[in-house]
């Protein structure tokens, strides 16, 4: 149906950054909610950022360090990070909810994508 798929994971420097990618596939009517989560061996996925309807939220520990930006014309929305810590270092998985046009008509979504590793280290 929907299908996200993150980019852009690898390994990077305490202080370095990234820019992770998220494309959706489908004829996506309209998106509810975009958004990432990331989660840590042994630890419970934790929200790190979403956009829905142009309001943003952050999860307390990278609020100051992570911007989330969208391109719905793309289906796509991006987690910019900068800063990174060891902390950080999770799979970090894109969530998507919203309308997308069947042939029968017009179907709800809410979809998870595969993950992509963040890995900070020297």
């Known amino acids: 149906q929907v299908q996200p798929v993150e980019s852009g994971g690898g390994l990077v420097r305490p202080g370095g950054s990234l820019r992770l990618s998220c494309v959706a596939s489908?004829?996506?009517?309209?998106?509810?909610?975009m958004g990432w989560y990331r989660q840590a061996p042994g630890k419970e996925r934790e929200l790190v950022a979403a956009i829905s309807r142009g309001y943003t939220n952050y999860g307390g520990s990278v609020k100051d360090r992570v911007t989330i930006a969208e391109d719905s014309a793309k289906n796509t929305v991006y987690l910019h990070m900068n800063n990174l810590k060891s902390e950080d270092t999770a799979v970090y998985y894109c969530?998507?909810?919203?309308?997308?046009?069947?042939?029968?008509?017009?179907?709800?979504?809410?979809?998870w994508g595969q993950g992509t590793q963040v890995t900070v280290s020297s």
């Open positions: 969530h998507v909810a919203g309308t997308v046009v069947v042939d029968s008509g017009q179907q709800h979504f809410d979809s």
């Open positions: 489908g004829n996506i009517l309209r998106f509810n909610v």
